[in-house]
Protein backbone atom coordinates (compact mmCIF):
# COMPACT_ATOMS: atom_id res chain seq x y z
CA UNK A 1 0.00 0.00 0.00
CA UNK A 2 1.16 3.35 -1.23
CA UNK A 3 2.73 5.27 2.42
CA UNK A 4 3.54 8.79 2.93
CA UNK A 5 6.99 8.71 5.76
CA UNK A 6 7.75 11.89 7.20
CA UNK A 7 10.56 12.65 9.45
CA UNK A 8 10.03 15.43 12.84
CA UNK A 9 10.10 18.57 10.33
CA UNK A 10 8.48 20.30 13.94
CA UNK A 11 11.48 19.43 15.87
CA UNK A 12 14.36 21.10 13.09
CA UNK A 13 15.14 24.76 13.44
CA UNK A 14 16.48 25.65 9.82
CA UNK A 15 13.38 25.63 8.25
CA UNK A 16 13.46 29.12 7.73
CA UNK A 17 13.70 28.45 3.89
CA UNK A 18 11.93 26.03 1.86
CA UNK A 19 12.29 25.21 -1.78
CA UNK A 20 9.69 25.90 -3.90
CA UNK A 21 8.64 25.64 -7.85
CA UNK A 22 9.49 29.31 -8.27
CA UNK A 23 12.44 29.59 -5.71
CA UNK A 24 13.34 29.73 -2.41
CA UNK A 25 10.65 31.68 0.10
CA UNK A 26 11.18 32.40 3.46
CA UNK A 27 8.27 30.61 5.71
CA UNK A 28 7.85 33.66 8.44
CA UNK A 29 7.69 37.52 7.82
CA UNK A 30 10.54 38.28 5.40
CA UNK A 31 11.11 39.83 1.82
CA UNK A 32 8.58 37.29 0.47
CA UNK A 33 5.43 38.09 2.79
CA UNK A 34 3.05 36.44 0.50
CA UNK A 35 4.73 32.88 1.69
CA UNK A 36 4.33 30.92 -1.14
CA UNK A 37 5.31 27.85 0.37
CA UNK A 38 4.96 24.84 -2.41
CA UNK A 39 7.57 21.91 -1.13
CA UNK A 40 9.09 19.18 -2.72
CA UNK A 41 9.77 15.54 -1.44
CA UNK A 42 13.22 17.28 -0.90
CA UNK A 43 12.62 18.93 2.34
CA UNK A 44 11.52 15.81 4.10
CA UNK A 45 15.33 14.23 3.00
CA UNK A 46 16.38 17.54 4.17
CA UNK A 47 14.92 17.75 6.79
CA UNK A 48 15.43 14.41 8.21
CA UNK A 49 19.32 15.06 7.36
CA UNK A 50 19.21 17.98 10.27
CA UNK A 51 17.19 16.26 12.19
CA UNK A 52 19.56 13.41 12.88
CA UNK A 53 22.52 15.44 12.66
CA UNK A 54 23.46 17.89 15.54
CA UNK A 55 23.52 21.64 14.17
CA UNK A 56 27.15 22.11 15.05
CA UNK A 57 28.89 18.77 14.65
CA UNK A 58 32.47 18.20 15.21
CA UNK A 59 34.42 15.51 15.25
CA UNK A 60 34.41 14.02 17.89
CA UNK A 61 30.09 13.58 17.61
CA UNK A 62 30.63 11.51 14.44
CA UNK A 63 31.24 8.16 16.32
CA UNK A 64 27.92 9.17 17.73
CA UNK A 65 25.61 9.62 14.71
CA UNK A 66 22.86 7.45 14.51
CA UNK A 67 21.20 6.75 11.30
CA UNK A 68 17.73 8.47 10.25
CA UNK A 69 14.54 7.39 12.65
CA UNK A 70 11.71 6.86 10.96
CA UNK A 71 9.02 9.13 12.58
CA UNK A 72 5.84 7.79 11.46
CA UNK A 73 3.93 6.01 8.47
CA UNK A 74 0.84 7.02 6.88
CA UNK A 75 -1.40 5.27 4.66
CA UNK A 76 -3.01 7.33 2.30
CA UNK A 77 -5.08 4.82 -0.11
CA UNK A 78 -4.16 6.18 -3.76
CA UNK A 79 -0.85 6.09 -4.85
CA UNK A 80 1.67 9.90 -4.80
CA UNK A 81 2.90 9.81 -8.49
CA UNK A 82 3.88 13.59 -9.25
CA UNK A 83 2.53 15.69 -6.60
CA UNK A 84 5.10 16.99 -4.24
CA UNK A 85 3.88 17.45 -0.33
CA UNK A 86 3.58 21.32 0.87
CA UNK A 87 4.75 22.30 4.01
CA UNK A 88 2.86 25.66 5.42
CA UNK A 89 1.70 26.52 8.83
CA UNK A 90 -1.92 27.18 7.45
CA UNK A 91 -3.10 28.17 10.46
CA UNK A 92 -0.27 29.95 11.82
CA UNK A 93 -0.26 28.61 15.41
CA UNK A 94 3.63 27.37 14.74
CA UNK A 95 2.98 23.89 13.67
CA UNK A 96 3.73 22.94 10.31
CA UNK A 97 1.01 21.02 8.33
CA UNK A 98 1.42 18.99 5.18
CA UNK A 99 -0.53 18.67 2.51
CA UNK A 100 -0.13 16.28 -0.26
CA UNK A 101 -2.81 15.14 -2.80
CA UNK A 102 -2.77 11.14 -4.05
CA UNK A 103 -4.22 9.86 -7.61
CA UNK A 104 -7.67 9.04 -5.99
CA UNK A 105 -8.38 12.82 -5.81
CA UNK A 106 -7.65 13.08 -2.49
CA UNK A 107 -6.27 16.08 -0.72
CA UNK A 108 -5.00 15.37 2.67
CA UNK A 109 -3.82 18.03 5.60
CA UNK A 110 -1.87 16.09 8.38
CA UNK A 111 -0.56 17.31 11.26
CA UNK A 112 3.54 16.93 12.26
CA UNK A 113 2.50 13.84 14.30
CA UNK A 114 0.81 12.15 11.43
CA UNK A 115 -2.92 13.13 11.87
CA UNK A 116 -5.13 13.61 9.36
CA UNK A 117 -6.64 17.02 9.92
CA UNK A 118 -8.78 17.13 7.02
CA UNK A 119 -9.40 15.59 3.24
CA UNK A 120 -10.75 17.34 0.54
CA UNK A 121 -11.82 15.34 -2.95
CA UNK A 122 -12.01 16.70 -6.19
CA UNK A 123 -13.07 15.15 -9.09
CA UNK A 124 -10.12 13.37 -10.56
CA UNK A 125 -6.31 12.36 -9.90
CA UNK A 126 -4.29 15.23 -7.76
CA UNK A 127 -0.43 15.54 -9.44
CA UNK A 128 -0.27 19.29 -8.87
CA UNK A 129 1.57 20.29 -6.10
CA UNK A 130 -0.47 22.28 -3.48
CA UNK A 131 0.15 26.31 -2.96
CA UNK A 132 -0.42 27.85 0.75
CA UNK A 133 -0.81 31.74 0.43
CA UNK A 134 -2.64 34.33 1.97
CA UNK A 135 -4.10 35.53 -0.47
CA UNK A 136 -6.50 38.37 1.26
CA UNK A 137 -4.06 39.10 4.35
CA UNK A 138 -6.50 37.97 6.72
CA UNK A 139 -3.42 35.61 8.60
CA UNK A 140 -4.82 32.21 7.35
CA UNK A 141 -3.35 30.59 4.38
CA UNK A 142 -5.33 29.27 1.59
CA UNK A 143 -4.83 26.30 -0.49
CA UNK A 144 -4.91 26.36 -4.25
CA UNK A 145 -4.21 22.71 -5.86
CA UNK A 146 -5.10 21.46 -9.73
CA UNK A 147 -6.23 18.49 -10.42
CA UNK A 148 -7.34 16.44 -13.65
CA UNK A 149 -10.95 17.10 -13.28
CA UNK A 150 -9.66 20.43 -14.92
CA UNK A 151 -10.13 22.82 -12.07
CA UNK A 152 -7.70 24.87 -9.36
CA UNK A 153 -9.60 24.17 -6.01
CA UNK A 154 -9.55 26.95 -3.73
CA UNK A 155 -9.86 26.08 0.18
CA UNK A 156 -9.47 28.08 3.60
CA UNK A 157 -7.00 26.62 6.34
CA UNK A 158 -9.57 24.11 7.49
CA UNK A 159 -10.11 22.24 3.53
CA UNK A 160 -13.24 23.94 3.30
CA UNK A 161 -14.14 25.38 -0.47
CA UNK A 162 -13.79 28.65 -0.63
CA UNK A 163 -17.09 28.94 -3.06
CA UNK A 164 -18.06 33.20 -1.89
CA UNK A 165 -14.73 33.29 -4.36
CA UNK A 166 -15.71 31.30 -7.06
CA UNK A 167 -13.74 28.35 -6.82
CA UNK A 168 -12.78 25.94 -7.83
CA UNK A 169 -12.30 27.73 -11.46
CA UNK A 170 -11.93 25.43 -14.68
CA UNK A 171 -9.03 25.69 -16.14
CA UNK A 172 -10.01 25.68 -20.19
CA UNK A 173 -10.01 22.63 -22.59
CA UNK A 174 -9.25 21.93 -26.18
CA UNK A 175 -9.05 18.62 -27.71
CA UNK A 176 -10.19 16.66 -24.90
CA UNK A 177 -7.73 17.34 -22.49
CA UNK A 178 -8.53 19.67 -19.72
CA UNK A 179 -6.04 18.29 -16.40
CA UNK A 180 -4.11 20.52 -14.49
CA UNK A 181 -1.46 18.60 -13.73
CA UNK A 182 1.08 21.57 -13.07
CA UNK A 183 1.12 23.32 -9.89
CA UNK A 184 -0.68 26.41 -9.15
CA UNK A 185 1.33 30.05 -8.39
CA UNK A 186 0.46 33.26 -7.40
CA UNK A 187 1.85 36.83 -7.98
CA UNK A 188 1.04 40.46 -7.79
CA UNK A 189 0.09 40.77 -11.67
CA UNK A 190 -1.71 43.91 -11.87
CA UNK A 191 0.46 45.48 -8.31
CA UNK A 192 -2.62 46.28 -6.55
CA UNK A 193 -1.47 44.52 -3.55
CA UNK A 194 -3.29 41.25 -3.63
CA UNK A 195 -2.53 37.95 -5.22
CA UNK A 196 -3.84 36.93 -8.46
CA UNK A 197 -3.12 32.94 -8.80
CA UNK A 198 -1.93 31.48 -12.32
CA UNK A 199 -1.54 28.19 -13.73
CA UNK A 200 -1.37 26.11 -16.81
CA UNK A 201 -3.14 23.23 -17.94
CA UNK A 202 -3.22 19.94 -20.42
CA UNK A 203 -6.48 21.76 -21.43
CA UNK A 204 -3.76 24.18 -23.41
CA UNK A 205 -4.62 27.41 -21.93
CA UNK A 206 -2.26 29.42 -19.37
CA UNK A 207 -5.17 30.92 -17.08
CA UNK A 208 -4.95 34.28 -14.67
CA UNK A 209 -7.68 34.58 -11.69
CA UNK A 210 -7.94 37.29 -9.23
CA UNK A 211 -8.23 35.36 -5.87
CA UNK A 212 -11.60 36.22 -5.01
CA UNK A 213 -12.16 34.53 -8.41
CA UNK A 214 -13.15 37.01 -11.31
CA UNK A 215 -10.52 35.71 -14.35
CA UNK A 216 -7.64 38.29 -15.17
CA UNK A 217 -6.56 37.32 -18.14
CA UNK A 218 -6.41 33.71 -20.29
CA UNK A 219 -3.98 32.67 -23.06
CA UNK A 220 -4.83 29.90 -25.60
CA UNK A 221 -1.42 27.92 -26.15
CA UNK A 222 -2.42 25.75 -28.51
CA UNK A 223 -0.79 22.87 -27.17
CA UNK A 224 -0.30 21.38 -23.55
CA UNK A 225 1.14 22.81 -20.78
CA UNK A 226 3.50 20.87 -17.98
CA UNK A 227 5.36 23.68 -16.51
CA UNK A 228 3.93 25.17 -12.94
CA UNK A 229 4.53 29.48 -13.69
CA UNK A 230 7.14 31.32 -11.84
CA UNK A 231 6.02 34.87 -10.77
CA UNK A 232 7.81 38.05 -10.21
CA UNK A 233 8.74 41.08 -11.53
CA UNK A 234 11.76 40.80 -13.77
CA UNK A 235 11.28 44.27 -15.27
CA UNK A 236 10.85 45.94 -11.79
CA UNK A 237 7.77 47.91 -12.60
CA UNK A 238 6.02 46.86 -9.66
CA UNK A 239 4.06 44.45 -11.44
CA UNK A 240 5.01 40.44 -11.97
CA UNK A 241 5.41 38.72 -14.72
CA UNK A 242 4.53 35.30 -15.19
CA UNK A 243 7.29 33.19 -16.81
CA UNK A 244 6.04 29.59 -17.81
CA UNK A 245 7.22 26.69 -20.29
CA UNK A 246 5.04 25.05 -22.84
CA UNK A 247 4.90 22.20 -25.22
CA UNK A 248 5.30 23.53 -29.10
CA UNK A 249 3.23 21.74 -31.74
CA UNK A 250 4.24 23.84 -34.52
CA UNK A 251 1.40 23.57 -36.78
CA UNK A 252 -0.18 25.78 -38.90
CA UNK A 253 -1.67 29.50 -38.56
CA UNK A 254 1.10 28.95 -35.47
CA UNK A 255 3.86 31.63 -35.66
CA UNK A 256 6.28 29.29 -33.89
CA UNK A 257 8.16 25.99 -34.62
CA UNK A 258 7.82 22.92 -33.15
CA UNK A 259 9.18 22.14 -29.94
CA UNK A 260 8.75 24.27 -27.18
CA UNK A 261 8.04 27.43 -25.63
CA UNK A 262 9.45 29.84 -22.61
CA UNK A 263 7.02 32.39 -22.21
CA UNK A 264 7.39 35.92 -19.69
CA UNK A 265 3.60 37.37 -19.70
CA UNK A 266 3.26 40.77 -18.33
CA UNK A 267 0.49 41.01 -15.48
CA UNK A 268 -2.24 41.92 -17.66
CA UNK A 269 -1.31 38.56 -19.94
CA UNK A 270 0.09 40.21 -22.99
CA UNK A 271 3.39 39.05 -24.29
CA UNK A 272 6.82 40.62 -23.02
CA UNK A 273 8.94 41.76 -25.53
CA UNK A 274 11.34 39.62 -26.45
CA UNK A 275 9.53 36.97 -25.78
CA UNK A 276 7.90 33.38 -26.26
CA UNK A 277 11.61 32.03 -26.33
CA UNK A 278 11.68 29.11 -28.72
CA UNK A 279 13.31 25.98 -27.26
CA UNK A 280 14.15 22.88 -29.51
CA UNK A 281 12.09 20.86 -26.79
CA UNK A 282 9.13 20.84 -24.53
CA UNK A 283 9.83 22.81 -21.84
CA UNK A 284 8.05 20.88 -18.91
CA UNK A 285 10.77 22.37 -16.34
CA UNK A 286 9.52 24.92 -14.91
CA UNK A 287 11.12 28.43 -14.38
CA UNK A 288 13.29 29.56 -12.02
CA UNK A 289 13.78 33.03 -11.40
CA UNK A 290 16.88 35.30 -10.05
CA UNK A 291 19.22 37.90 -10.97
CA UNK A 292 22.52 35.64 -12.29
CA UNK A 293 24.50 38.75 -13.72
CA UNK A 294 24.21 41.34 -10.76
CA UNK A 295 22.35 44.11 -13.08
CA UNK A 296 19.37 44.41 -10.69
CA UNK A 297 16.92 42.50 -12.86
CA UNK A 298 15.74 38.94 -11.96
CA UNK A 299 16.77 36.66 -14.88
CA UNK A 300 14.55 33.63 -15.70
CA UNK A 301 16.22 29.97 -15.85
CA UNK A 302 14.29 26.52 -17.54
CA UNK A 303 15.22 23.33 -18.68
CA UNK A 304 13.07 21.51 -20.89
CA UNK A 305 11.22 17.82 -21.54
CA UNK A 306 11.23 14.85 -23.33
CA UNK A 307 8.45 14.50 -25.71
CA UNK A 308 10.45 15.19 -28.75
CA UNK A 309 13.59 12.89 -30.16
CA UNK A 310 15.82 13.11 -32.77
CA UNK A 311 17.13 9.38 -33.27
CA UNK A 312 14.10 7.35 -35.06
CA UNK A 313 12.87 9.64 -38.23
CA UNK A 314 9.56 8.96 -39.37
CA UNK A 315 8.15 8.50 -35.68
CA UNK A 316 5.59 11.29 -34.99
CA UNK A 317 7.73 12.43 -32.26
CA UNK A 318 10.73 12.91 -34.33
CA UNK A 319 12.15 16.06 -34.76
CA UNK A 320 16.14 16.71 -35.86
CA UNK A 321 16.35 19.58 -33.72
CA UNK A 322 15.06 17.79 -30.44
CA UNK A 323 17.30 18.67 -27.39
CA UNK A 324 16.73 18.12 -24.12
CA UNK A 325 20.26 18.43 -22.64
CA UNK A 326 20.53 22.12 -22.15
CA UNK A 327 19.42 24.63 -19.08
CA UNK A 328 18.35 28.52 -21.04
CA UNK A 329 19.02 31.57 -19.21
CA UNK A 330 17.54 34.35 -20.07
CA UNK A 331 17.50 38.21 -19.01
CA UNK A 332 14.00 39.99 -18.92
CA UNK A 333 14.15 41.24 -22.47
CA UNK A 334 14.44 37.71 -23.48
CA UNK A 335 18.03 37.94 -24.50
CA UNK A 336 20.40 34.83 -23.73
CA UNK A 337 23.06 35.18 -20.77
CA UNK A 338 26.13 34.57 -21.31
CA UNK A 339 27.04 30.39 -20.22
CA UNK A 340 27.56 29.34 -16.97
CA UNK A 341 30.93 28.70 -17.32
CA UNK A 342 31.50 32.38 -18.27
CA UNK A 343 30.78 33.05 -14.25
CA UNK A 344 33.71 31.09 -13.35
CA UNK A 345 35.74 33.10 -11.35
CA UNK A 346 33.03 35.66 -10.42
CA UNK A 347 31.56 36.54 -7.09
CA UNK A 348 27.62 35.82 -7.62
CA UNK A 349 26.33 38.02 -4.47
CA UNK A 350 23.02 37.40 -3.57
CA UNK A 351 20.59 40.05 -3.58
CA UNK A 352 20.38 42.20 -0.55
CA UNK A 353 16.98 42.27 1.06
CA UNK A 354 15.94 45.59 0.97
CA UNK A 355 18.56 46.77 -1.72
CA UNK A 356 17.03 48.64 -4.49
CA UNK A 357 14.73 46.76 -7.03
CA UNK A 358 15.93 43.22 -5.71
CA UNK A 359 14.07 42.30 -2.81
CA UNK A 360 11.96 40.33 -5.25
CA UNK A 361 14.59 38.21 -6.45
CA UNK A 362 16.10 37.02 -3.33
CA UNK A 363 14.66 33.64 -3.06
CA UNK A 364 15.97 32.86 -6.69
CA UNK A 365 19.09 34.39 -6.29
CA UNK A 366 19.91 32.01 -3.34
CA UNK A 367 19.01 29.05 -5.72
CA UNK A 368 20.26 29.97 -8.18
CA UNK A 369 23.42 30.66 -6.90
CA UNK A 370 23.31 26.48 -5.36
CA UNK A 371 22.84 25.44 -9.15
CA UNK A 372 25.60 27.77 -10.12
CA UNK A 373 27.52 26.13 -7.81
CA UNK A 374 26.91 22.78 -9.06
CA UNK A 375 27.39 23.69 -12.16
CA UNK A 376 30.64 24.95 -11.51
CA UNK A 377 32.19 23.22 -8.65
CA UNK A 378 34.09 24.14 -5.38
CA1 LIG B 1 -0.29 24.93 12.12
CA1 LIG C 1 -6.01 34.14 4.22
CA1 LIG D 1 -3.22 41.92 -7.55
CA1 LIG E 1 6.99 43.72 -13.83
Known amino acids: MPILWVSAMNRQKRSTFIPSETGWFPMGPGPFKRGVVA ?23 CAVISGPSLKWVLPVGGMIKHCSPTLADLDRDGRTEILVGNYDGLLFCIDPGGKVLW ?15 DCD ?53 DGDGDLEIVVGSW ?36 KDEVMIGADCWGGSNWPWPRGGLLYAFKGNGSLMAGYPKT ?15 QDGF ?21 LS ?10 NYRGESLPLAHQYRGQRLLLPRPGGPGRRRAAGGGERLQRHLALLLGP
Not at 119 to 133: D, L
Not at 321 to 330: L, M, N, T
Open 321 to 330: YADGKHVYAF
Open 203 to 238: GHYITAWHYQGPLAWQYYNADTVWSSPACADIDLDG
Open 119 to 133: TYRTGGPIQSTPMAV
Open 279 to 293: IPQVVWSSPAVGDLN
Open 39 to 61: ASGLVLAVILLFSTFPDHPHPAS
Open 137 to 189: GDGKLEVFVGSYDGYVHGLDWQGRPLSHWGWPKFAGTAFGRKEVFPSPSSGDL
Open 298 to 318: PDVVVGTGHFWQNTTPGLPTY
